[in-house]
């Protein structure tokens, strides 16, 4: 640059100098002859002079960014040769591997195999379900989870048997076919729902009943296990018997026929104590022959209402009988003659049932 071009464009303190700056590029004196009168040379000279600035600023960071990703590139490729000459397969670590563990690592496998024989993990599992056996022994939780599971599993049948003595006694004396089906399996495939099936020699009718021993069952459960079993056993009546009363919802009660074959019943109070000496299977067994006759014999009509209400007293005598009867275990005094009251109560319930049973079978 020779002196004249320097004096021309100058820099100090004061900021950027032009002088007698003389400029030919006919581009660049053709887009300022064409600027409109009101606009200022100085200020649009300004501002193109920025806009270069801002653009060769950009120009210098897409040539850095770029040499920075190409930097990146090689380093990636040159860092992905590396580790396949090192572990890809017939690299340096695999060499190593084969040499030490065998072909596809096969010793380290057998190492490392909690189920093959003698394996140290195989041995390690083997100790330390040794050693938690022994401590369950001494703490009697393994005594404690048989005796549980027995007790569960014989739960269900001792209720069973006991059921099982009272329907042979009824239908002795009626002259009816008991027979235990809840180990076969009956009209449905894979289900053997309906634990007894006592037949009624006189009409040729089924009963099926479903033994249940349950901390809690719902209504919607009966039901279902009631149709499955009528179903299942081609019956014409279904009775679910619970255990104890306290597992059957509180809108069932102790006993109540729902849909004209469907009915529930309990045989145990709150405290373990069988309500009516055992009578309640009798009683329902009666009520549902009772139904079947009358659907044998179309012409007979019956007083819903007045069976609906008597129905309504059992209910309330069973609940005021299951009162007197706890009351029993706690009275010393007048025990003689709370029982009294008690039988009497039973034999009332007795009476109001007969005379329902006998109502509809006139």
Same mark, same amino acid.
């Given at each position: 640059?020779?002196?004249?071009? +320097?004096?021309?464009?100058?820099?100090?303190?004061?900021?950027?100098?032009?002088?007698?700056?003389?400029?030919?590029?006919?581009?660049?004196?053709? *887009?300022?002859?064409?600027?409109? !009168?009101?606009?200022?040379?100085?200020?649009?000279?300004?501002?193109? &002079?920025?806009?270069?600035?801002?653009?060769?600023?950009?120009?210098?960071?897409? %040539?850095?960014?770029? *040499?920075? %990703?190409?930097?990146? !590139?090689?380093?990636? /490729?040159?860092?992905?040769?590396?580790?396949?000459?090192?572990?890809?397969?017939?690299?340096?670590?695999?060499?190593?591997?084969?040499?030490?563990?065998?072909?596809?690592?096969?010793? @380290?496998?057998? &190492?490392?195999?909690?189920?093959?024989?003698?394996?140290?993990?195989?041995?390690?599992?083997?100790?330390?379900?040794? /050693?938690?056996?022994?401590?369950?022994?001494?703490?009697? @939780?393994?005594?404690?989870?048989?005796?549980?599971?027995?007790?569960?599993?014989? #739960?269900?049948?001792?209720?069973?048997?006991?059921?099982?003595?009272?329907?042979?006694?009824?239908?002795?004396?009626?002259?009816? $076919?008991?027979?235990?089906?809840?180990?076969?399996?009956?009209? @449905?495939?894979? =289900?053997? $729902?309906?634990?007894?099936?006592?037949?009624?020699?006189?009409?040729?009718?089924?009963?099926?009943?479903?033994?249940?021993?349950?901390? /809690?069952?719902?209504?919607?459960? &009966?039901?279902?296990?009631? +149709?499955?079993?009528?179903?299942?056993?081609?019956?014409? *009546?279904?009775?679910?018997?619970?255990?104890?009363?306290?597992?059957?919802?509180?809108?069932?009660?102790?006993?109540?026929?729902?849909?004209?074959?469907?009915?529930?019943?309990?045989?145990?109070?709150?405290?373990?104590?069988?309500?009516?000496?055992?009578?309640?299977?009798?009683?329902? *067994? +009666?009520?549902?022959?009772?139904?079947?006759?009358? %659907?044998?014999?179309?012409?007979?009509?019956?007083?819903? =209402? =007045? @069976?609906? =209400?008597?129905?309504?007293?059992?209910?309330?005598?069973?609940?005021?009988?299951? $009162?007197? #009867?706890?009351?029993?275990?706690?009275?010393? $005094?007048?025990?003689?003659?709370?029982?009294?009251?008690?039988? %009497?109560?039973?034999?009332?319930?007795?009476?109001?049932?007969?005379? &329902?049973?006998?109502?509809?079978?006139?």
């Amino acid at each position: 640059m020779t002196l004249e071009e +320097k004096d021309r464009v100058s820099l100090d303190e004061q900021g950027l100098h032009l002088k007698e700056f003389l400029i030919t590029d006919t581009d660049i004196v053709s *887009y300022f002859g064409n600027l409109p !009168e009101s606009e200022s040379l100085e200020e649009k000279v300004s501002n193109l &002079i920025r806009i270069g600035i801002a653009v060769s600023n950009s120009v210098s960071t897409t %040539e850095n960014v770029n *040499y920075v %990703e190409k930097a990146f !590139e090689n380093l990636g /490729s040159d860092f992905t040769k590396k580790l396949n000459d090192a572990f890809a397969d017939g690299g340096k670590f695999s060499d190593v591997i084969a040499s030490h563990f065998g072909e596809d690592g096969k010793v @380290i496998k057998e &190492i490392f195999d909690p189920n093959r024989i003698g394996s140290p993990l195989q041995i390690l599992k083997q100790d330390l379900d040794s /050693s938690l056996y022994e401590i369950r022994e001494k703490l009697g @939780i393994n005594t404690a989870v048989e005796k549980e599971k027995e007790r569960g599993t014989k #739960k269900g049948f001792d209720f069973e048997d006991q059921c099982e003595e009272k329907l042979q006694w009824i239908a002795r004396i009626h002259s009816d $076919k008991l027979d235990r089906t809840g180990d076969t399996q009956g009209k @449905i495939t894979a =289900s053997k $729902k309906g634990d007894f099936v006592l037949t009624l020699g006189d009409i040729n009718k089924k009963i099926v009943f479903e033994m249940k021993d349950k901390d /809690s069952v719902s209504e919607k459960y &009966i039901h279902s296990e009631l +149709k499955e079993a009528i179903e299942n056993r081609e019956a014409d *009546y279904g009775i679910f018997v619970a255990r104890g009363k306290d597992s059957l919802p509180d809108s069932v009660g102790w006993f109540n026929e729902y849909d004209g074959n469907h009915l529930v019943c309990a045989v145990e109070n709150g405290d373990s104590e069988e309500v009516m000496d055992g009578e309640i299977i009798h009683i329902a *067994y +009666k009520w549902a022959r009772a139904r079947l006759r009358i %659907e044998a014999s179309k012409e007979k009509k019956t007083d819903s =209402s =007045s @069976i609906l =209400s008597k129905t309504g007293e059992i209910q309330d005598k069973l609940g005021d009988l299951s $009162k007197i #009867k706890r009351q029993c275990t706690n009275i010393d $005094k007048s025990t003689e003659a709370i029982r009294a009251t008690t039988k %009497e109560t039973e034999k009332a319930i007795k009476k109001q049932v007969e005379e &329902i049973i006998e109502s509809m079978s006139q």
